[in-house]
Every structure is written in structure tokens, then in C-alpha cells.
């Protein structure tokens, strides 16, 4: 009768607009019989205690789903028969959940992966279909709700790994909806709704962790700010669940698991507890857990034991400690209650202390807590935290070691090292901490880790380092104690640094010391359990309205490093470079170097330039990790040398039977007009056609005729300057270019001459013919003209061919090739073996590659409007004149291509080796 009473009364205030008052904190849904009652009290709720505006729940879905009348009175057992409003066919809930995902179930061992939707048409998650096994990293997916779309088609996602080592901290998200199996797609059937998230939240309660109170089994990793990383589904009210779910990526299980991208998806659903569940609550905590021990140490365990009842309540409690094998351990109890188990009294929201000492046997020990064990004194909402169970994370025994027998090593390029040891087989000596359920930690892990010399005689300087107090925010404590002595290359006969390297014969032989470090310590690390307390209180205006309070309760958790002892032997390793690089073969020839070719290719070994080396050297820290690296000599210096080349192409630009071709012709065609004889007059008679180049004597005939060529050097010089060796190499090209005729000519001083301007003799009256030459050396011929011209065109590019003495520096693979350590020289053994590795010394000239190209034009003719007349009285015969391109001996010239065999001349072939038949003279035109 009351619970109708009480029923009736809350409706009236609903329907009157009177905002709702618990009537009675024992029974959250009393009064309620159907699912439309069950819902007005769930909107009426949000109104008065969140702001929301109108209402929320309905009797069907945002899209005409009916709510599962059942469920909405009072939930089932996985909900403790409280209201959850779900919607619609379990079994197209649970189809719908599996729709994109590679889990494919939709039922397991009897439960449906959903119960049906919520108000908003996502699945509902069924809290009794098993999801997962977590034996891997989770990478929880920061604000699940924000999603790619058509437009902004991927988007970077914020990462939080569980596990600190992994480093993998975001990930594209790509926009492929209907897809099976893409993340987007098993994301978006879940997400609907943008009403309840935390920026919605703090507008209309003025709290974005508003609901986190509430959240059950929240992981340890969202523990500050699980409203970034939860979706809340639909909320939760005073009588009835909310739920909500995130999603992570697997961590994968193979050795690159922490560095590497897993687009696995999967989700967790977590439930929202109604309000009521936070009242008229008795709750157990660990205060002092240890998490291991040594055998044979103390150990203690506290319980805090809380009531937020509003009166005094007793109950009843029990301790169950054992060891592994279950054999039951003799402990000394103390605090409120001195006995195993009995009775214990709270007063009005009290709290009591609990205490059990035992010492460590051989093995683990299970630490079992219960209290109201049958569940009616009192009655409570929420029975889940009555109990307690240090299993199975605490409390384990810690077994010494025996000692472990190690090697630490003095690397080749290492000049002194700070030894670091580490327990257990190279494994770190470690301390583990347990958290207990619902707790988190408050503060840092406290204690130390004590490290002596068991060998004083060996390590002189004995010093600890890499082994702080322990103040670290941390569940697992490693140490990995540091023993600095003077271990220096020098104490090995070896001093690269002050020039006495030791040419060890056997490299890979080192020297050894062996010595003995002892350990053993504590840690400690405080925690919080977090309690969430609600009463009903009158306000001011004499309504009932809910107050909850977030309690902190402390504790402390323990745990030991082992004893252990460390054996340890170092030695040296020595190698200091070797005298000598394999030879390295070079080109020393010229292609085409045939009077045939136009084009000739030159290869010879660049000069070598000597430089000094270094080598660099490092200390080691404890750490592995190498500081204070040092430039040390290298014992022997090394040569800069190349391969250098040069290219000597020649072109006609007009050979002399180009030249001459009009005027040739003209004269076959016997045409009578001066412009068409431009640089010679040939005979016109046609007896005289037979000869290839007739002419008559007295009339013009100018030398002609031009020729190219393009000389291109790469060598290898310290400098950017022009070298000298290229421009002694075009000096000689040029010299060895002639042009000779023994045509007569006759100068302005009426005397025969011949082309290059010497006065011939002469036979009663007749010239005597005489070979006369042109060069660059000597270009003037008849009547001092120039006839020979030479015009140069020279350029040139430098590039600088780095080297460096730093380690990181850009060094050009020709300096790689000529030093010890590298590919380049088929030196990387020394590197690969030995850690030795040259670099150039600093203060040193650069290398540059100089490539330089001079094209030359020999132009054969005279300044314009010039003209060369033939003397009247060259005797009748044939002459000769030539373009020619003579050989070179290279190796009179002080540089390096003076290893060449002669540089070919080139024939330049007829069409620069023309005859001339000279028939009659100019005055057997005039008298004719």
C-alpha cells in the first residue's frame, strides 16, 4: 500500500508541474508499473537535476521503435532490476551490431551481442555477450563521435595507448560507409546522436564529467577524462542505466606491435549506474596492498571499510589469507577489529580500519575480504564492492637470483665507458606495485634500490648513478644500476688521442676484468579509492533533491627489488686503420684517337692531394648512449685522387670546298657578274672545266675556310681558379691547327709573295713558288693582313666536393672513395668490424671538380672587303692548299694527362685539301 502511495504522490507532483522529491531512498522504483511511468520519472529527473529542456525518453524511438516494456519497469539481474530503456527486436539490435564489424557473432553461449536500440536507434549493448579477451595494447580512439565525411574524407585521429611503450599515438580515419569491416563504418552504426556529448553536457549541467561518477570499469588509461574517449549512448537518471561505448585499435601481437599502425577495430560498451545505486552504500578498499615481498619479510595489509548509511548499521566480516597452494596462513589481526572475522559497528556514515600482518612464506598469498556476506544487514543497493581479493596481482614472492655472469664490452671506437649492470640476466631489477579495483594512484612510488661494491679492489672509483630514490609515477620500478670506474682505452696500451696507436694483430681479442655488485631495496606508492556517496537533502525552498559527494579514500601498495649479486667482466677492443686502401683502377687512355675521328675522349688519373684524417671516438654512458664524441688522428694520412677526363670534338664550320662553291659554279656557268665570284676567280673556259679548281693568274683568290673545336676538362683541383692544365691543352689544340698554300700572290708593293707574306724569289722574271704557312703563332700573310683568326670562348663550372669532420656531415662519395670505412673505398669492413670510419680533418682545403670548356673558332680568310691577287706570272702547274690538324705529344707537359699516349691529328679529308691548276693568266682575257 505504501509503495502505491508513494507512487500516486509522485505522479500528482509530475502532472501538477511540482518538480519531483524522492520519497523514499530505499526503493528507486517503487511506484512504478509500466514503462510510460518509468519514463516520466526518467524525463522529470533530467529536467530538475540536469537542465535538459522537454522531454528525452519516449515510449517509442527517434524512429517508432517500441520500448521493451519489461526492461523499462525493471531492467534483469545483469542490471540489478533497474529500469533500461531499450527499443525494439533484440535479435535486429544484435544483426544491426554486427553489421560492419569482423566479429561476426550476433548471439554467444546463449545472450544476443545487443538487447535491442537505444532511444536514438544505436544497438544497446547486452553487458553478458562476451566482447573480448584483452591480451594486447589498446589504442583508444580520442572523440569517437567526430568522423570523416564526403566532404572531409579523412581525418587524423587522436590515440591513447594503455600501454606506455606503445608510441603510436594517432592514425588516419578514412570516410567508407557500407563497407565491412572499415572502422568508419563500425563506428557510425553506433554513433546517432550529438545530445550527450561533454560540450552538450557542460552547457546544461555546468560540468562535463558530469556523468563520470557513474561510469563502471572505467580502464586506468581514461581514468582523468573518459568523457573524451566514451560515447554515452543515452544517459543515465536516478532509477534508470545508461550506456555508452568506445572504440580502440589492437596494439597487434608481433615484435613491431608498439611502433606500427593496426586498423583492427573493436569497441567496449560501458554502463552509466543510476544515481540510486551511489546510496545507502557499505564499501571495502585496500589502503596498504603490497604487491610482492621477499621471503621471510613482514608484511601488512590495511582495509578501509566506509558507510553512507544515514544511521548506525553492524555487519558482518571476514579475512581468508592463504597461501598458492591454498594452505591457510597464520596472521595478526588489529585496528577496529582485532579477529579474523565477527561483527563491526558504523556509526552514521563511518569508516573503520582493518589490519592483518603475517610474515612471507616460499610462495604467493592470495588475500581474500568479505563483509554482509547474505546480503541483508542492511540492505544495500549495490553489493559488488563488499569484497575484496588481492589476487591476482599481489602479493607475490620475490625469489633471489643466483648470480648472473655478463659481459660488458669497451667498443673499438670507444674511449672510456661507464659500466652499467643489469639483474636477473640482463634483465632491469625491477619492483612491481598492485593497484586495487576502483583505486588510482595518488602521488609517486617512493623508496630505493641500495647497490654496494662487492669488489672495491676492482671498481676504484666505485659510484652508483642511474639509480635515483624512487619518485617516479609508476606501477613498475626499474633500476638499472651504474658502477663508473676508470675503465679507459689508455689502460690497454692504446692512445689514439695523443698519437700512440697500438696496431693490435688481433682485433677481435679483448682484454678482461671480473667483479661482483650486490642489490636489494623497497618501494612504495600511495592511492586513492574513489567512492561516490548520495543522500537526499532538503533545499531551501523545502523540496528533496539528490546531493552526492566523491569521497578519496587513501591506501598504499608495496613491493621489493630481489636480492641479487652481479658478476661482471669487461674487456677492450683495438684496431687503429690500415696502412694502405685497395688500389683503385683509373682510366688512362683516349677513345677515338684515330686520324679518322673528329671526336676524341681523354681519361687520365687526377693529380693526388694529400690530407690528413680523423677518425671519431666517443665516451659511453650507462645508458649505452655515447656523449663527448672526439675527433681523434688518424695514424695514417690518405690522398685525394679521381678520375679526370676530357672531350675533344672538332667540327667544319666551312670546309674550303664550301668555301669556294659559288664561285665555282659560277664560273661552270660562265656568268659574267662579279658579286657571284665573292672570294675567287675561277676560269670560266670550258677546256678548263675538267680540272676541279682552275683558275687564271692575276685575278683574286682568297685563302678560306673555318673550323671548331670544343675542348671540355673535369679534374680535380683544391681551388676554383682556372687551371692550367686545361689552358695548356687548348694552347696545344690550337698550335696544332695549320693552314698551307704555295699559291703566288702578289703584294702592294708589286712583289710575288706567297700566302703567308714572304717574298719569293724569282727564276728570269718568274716567282719561284714557296710553301707558306698560317698559325695562331703566325696569322698574318699577304700585305701584313691578318689571315688566320682565332677566336676563343671559355667557361667554367666548380663544384665543391664536400667533405667534413663531422659525423653527421655531408661528405661527397669521391672523398668516400679514397678514405678507410666506406663502400666506396671496399673499406666497409672496417666499419662493419671495427667502427672505424675516416673523415677528413678540418682546417683543409676543399676539393673542387673544376670542368672547364673552351670552344675555339679558326676562322681562314681576310677582313672583309679584302681581296688577295695572284700574281700575273705564277707559272702554269698545279698548287696546294690545306687545312690541317697535327698530333700532339702530351707527354712533354707537366700535368697529370702527361701519362697519354700523343693525341692524334685528324685528316680533315679532301674538302680541305683542295689542288688548284692555274692555266693562262689574266691577260689572255684581256687580249682575247
Same mark, same amino acid.
Given at each position: 500500500?505504501?509503495? #502505491? ?6 505522479? /500528482? ?33 533530467? $529536467? ?211 611502433? $606500427?599502425?593496426? @586498423? ?56 581468508? #589469507? ?10 595478526? @589481526? ?30 604467493? !598469498? ?8 547474505? $546480503? ?52 632491469? /631489477? ?66 689514439? !688521442? ?11 681479442? =679483448? ?52 636480492? +641479487?649479486?652481479?658478476?661482471?667482466? !669487461?674487456?677492450?677492443?683495438? @684496431? ?5 686502401? =685497395?688500389? #683503385? ?15 676524341? #675522349? ?30 681523434? =688522428? ?24 664550301? &668555301? ?5 659554279? &659560277? ?20 677546256? *678548263? ?34 687551371? $692550367?692544365?686545361?689552358?695548356? *691543352? ?63 670562348? %671559355? ?16 661528405? +661527397? ?5 679514397? /678514405? ?58 698545279? %698548287? ?14 707537366? +700535368? ?6 700523343? *693525341? ?25
Amino acid at each position: 500500500m505504501k509503495r #502505491i502511495a508513494v507512487y500516486f504522490f509522485i505522479m /500528482l507532483l509530475v502532472l501538477q508541474g511540482i518538480p519531483y522529491q524522492k520519497a523514499d531512498a530505499e526503493e528507486p522504483t517503487a511506484g512504478i508499473d509500466s514503462a510510460q511511468e518509468s519514463i516520466d520519472l526518467a524525463n522529470q529527473y533530467m $529536467k530538475d537535476h540536469m537542465n535538459y529542456e522537454g522531454d528525452y525518453y519516449g515510449i517509442k524511438s527517434a524512429t517508432g521503435r517500441s520500448i521493451i516494456d519489461e526492461l523499462a519497469v525493471k531492467g534483469n539481474a545483469a542490471f540489478n532490476n533497474l529500469p533500461i530503456f531499450v527499443y525494439g527486436s533484440p535479435m535486429e539490435g544484435a544483426q544491426a551490431a554486427t553489421k560492419y564489424g569482423n566479429d561476426t557473432r550476433v548471439e554467444d553461449d546463449g545472450q544476443l551481442r545487443a538487447l535491442g536500440f537505444s532511444y536514438t536507434d544505436e544497438p544497446y549493448a547486452n553487458p553478458l555477450f562476451h566482447i573480448d579477451d584483452i591480451t594486447y595494447v589498446r589504442r583508444w580512439i580520442k572523440d569517437p563521435w567526430e568522423l570523416p565525411s564526403p566532404v572531409k574524407r579523412d581525418i587524423r585521429k587522436e590515440l591513447l595507448p594503455d600501454n606506455p611503450k606503445d608510441k603510436h599515438t594517432y592514425q588516419w580515419l578514412s570516410y567508407e560507409p557500407d563497407k565491412f569491416a572499415s572502422a568508419y563504418s563500425v563506428m557510425n552504426q553506433w554513433i546517432n546522436s550529438n545530445k550527450w556529448l561533454p560540450n552538450r553536457v557542460e552547457k546544461m549541467t555546468g560540468d562535463r564529467k558530469f556523468f563520470n561518477r557513474s561510469i563502471e570499469g572505467v580502464p586506468e588509461v581514461l581514468a582523468d577524462n573518459p568523457e573524451d574517449y566514451i560515447y554515452m549512448i543515452q544517459p543515465p537518471t536516478y532509477h534508470s542505466w545508461g550506456v555508452g561505448i568506445a572504440f580502440y585499435y589492437y596494439g597487434g601481437n608481433g615484435p613491431d606491435n608498439m611502433e $606500427k599502425p593496426n @586498423y583492427y577495430l573493436y569497441y567496449q560498451y560501458f554502463r552509466y549506474k543510476p544515481f540510486a545505486m551511489l546510496e545507502n552504500d557499505l564499501s571495502a578498499h585496500f589502503e596498504l596492498l603490497p604487491s610482492n615481498a621477499n621471503a621471510g619479510d613482514p608484511v601488512e595489509v590495511a582495509i578501509n571499510l566506509k558507510s553512507t548509511f544515514g544511521k548506525e548499521v553492524t555487519t558482518d566480516y571476514a579475512w581468508d #589469507i592463504r597461501t598458492a597452494s591454498g594452505d591457510p596462513i597464520s596472521a595478526t @589481526y588489529s585496528g577496529h577489529a582485532t579477529k579474523k572475522s565477527g561483527d563491526i559497528t558504523f556509526k552514521e556514515k563511518g569508516e573503520r580500519l582493518l589490519r592483518a600482518r603475517f610474515v612471507m612464506p616460499e610462495s604467493n !598469498v592470495s588475500i581474500q575480504f568479505a563483509m554482509n556476506k547474505d $546480503k541483508d544487514s542492511p540492505q544495500e543497493r549495490n553489493y559488488d564492492n563488499n569484497s575484496l581479493s588481492s589476487s591476482p596481482t599481489a602479493v607475490k614472492v620475490v625469489v633471489p637470483t643466483p648470480p648472473f655472469r655478463s659481459n660488458e664490452e669497451l667498443g673499438y671506437n670507444i674511449l672510456s665507458k661507464k659500466l652499467r649492470f643489469d639483474l636477473n640476466g640482463g634483465s632491469p /631489477l625491477s619492483a612491481s606495485l598492485s593497484l586495487p579495483a576502483n583505486s588510482s594512484w595518488n602521488g609517486n612510488a617512493t623508496g630505493s634500490l641500495n647497490v654496494s661494491n662487492g669488489q672495491p679492489d676492482l671498481f676504484r672509483q666505485f659510484a652508483v648513478s642511474n639509480n635515483p630514490p624512487v619518485d617516479e609515477a609508476s606501477a613498475h620500478i626499474s633500476r638499472e644500476p651504474v658502477v663508473s670506474t676508470q675503465i679507459l682505452r689508455t689502460d690497454f696500451g692504446d692512445n689514439p !688521442v695523443g698519437g700512440g696507436w697500438l696496431n693490435w694483430t688481433t682485433p677481435g681479442t =679483448p682484454k678482461y676484468r671480473t667483479g661482483d655488485i650486490l642489490a636489494s631495496g623497497t618501494v612504495s606508492r600511495p592511492f586513492l579509492t574513489e567512492r561516490i556517496d548520495c543522500d537526499w537533502v532538503t533545499n531551501s525552498e523545502g523540496e528533496q533533491e539528490q546531493d552526492c559527494d566523491t569521497t578519496y579514500l587513501p591506501g598504499s601498495s608495496t613491493g621489493v627489488f630481489p636480492d +641479487h649479486t652481479d658478476r661482471l667482466t !669487461v674487456g677492450a677492443y683495438i @684496431y687503429n686503420g690500415r696502412q694502405s686502401l =685497395p688500389a #683503385i683502377s683509373y682510366l688512362n687512355k683516349i677513345d677515338g684517337n684515330t686520324t679518322s675521328s673528329l671526336q676524341k #675522349i681523354l681519361y687520365w688519373k687526377n693529380e693526388p692531394y694529400r690530407y690528413d684524417v680523423v677518425r671519431w671516438m666517443a665516451h659511453e654512458d650507462e645508458n649505452g648512449g655515447l656523449y663527448g664524441w672526439t675527433p681523434v =688522428p688518424g695514424q695514417y694520412d690518405r690522398s685525394f685522387t679521381h678520375q679526370a677526363n676530357g672531350e675533344l670534338k672538332w667540327t667544319v664550320g666551312k670546309s674550303q670546298e664550301a &668555301a669556294y662553291k659559288q664561285s665555282r659554279e &659560277a664560273a661552270k656557268k660562265k656568268q659574267n657578274v662579279q658579286s657571284a665570284y665573292d672570294i675567287a676567280v675561277f676560269a670560266t673556259d670550258k677546256e *678548263l672545266q675538267k680540272y676541279d679548281y682552275p683558275i687564271k693568274s692575276g685575278y683574286y683568290f682568297n685563302p678560306a675556310g673555318q673550323y671548331t673545336f670544343t675542348i671540355e676538362t673535369e679534374m680535380y683541383k683544391p681551388s676554383q681558379a682556372n687551371t $692550367k692544365d686545361h689552358a695548356d *691543352l687548348v694552347d696545344q689544340i690550337i698550335d696544332s691547327f695549320s693552314y698551307e698554300s704555295d699559291l703566288i700572290y702578289i703584294n702592294n708593293n708589286k712583289e710575288a709573295v706567297n700566302v703567308e707574306g714572304q717574298k719569293l724569289s724569282m727564276n728570269r722574271n718568274v716567282p719561284v713558288a714557296k710553301k707558306g704557312v698560317l698559325t695562331r703563332d703566325n696569322p698574318n700573310g699577304v700585305n701584313g693582313w691578318k689571315l688566320l683568326d682565332v677566336d676563343e670562348n %671559355y667557361t667554367k663550372r666548380t663544384e665543391a666536393l664536400p667533405h667534413t669532420q663531422e659525423r653527421d656531415g655531408t661528405m +661527397h662519395a669521391y672523398w668516400r672513395a679514397v /678514405l678507410e670505412g666506406y663502400n666506396e673505398s671496399s673499406t666497409i669492413g672496417s666499419y662493419n668490424n671495427y667502427e672505424y670510419r675516416e673523415f677528413v680533418k678540418n682546417g683543409q682545403k676543399t676539393m673542387y671538380k673544376v670542368t672547364e670548356k673552351t670552344t675555339v673558332t679558326i676562322t681562314i680568310a681576310p677582313e672583309a672587303d679584302k681581296k688577295l691577287y695572284t700574281h700575273a706570272h705564277m707559272p702554269d702547274g698545279t %698548287y696546294k692548299m690545306e687545312a690541317k690538324i697535327g698530333g700532339i705529344a702530351l707527354t712533354g707537359l707537366p +700535368h697529370a694527362y702527361k701519362t697519354l699516349p700523343t *693525341l692524334q691529328g685528324i685528316d680533315l679529308g679532301n674538302s680541305n685539301r683542295l689542288t688548284i691548276t692555274v692555266r693562262g693568266s689574266m691577260y689572255d682575257d684581256l687580249n682575247g
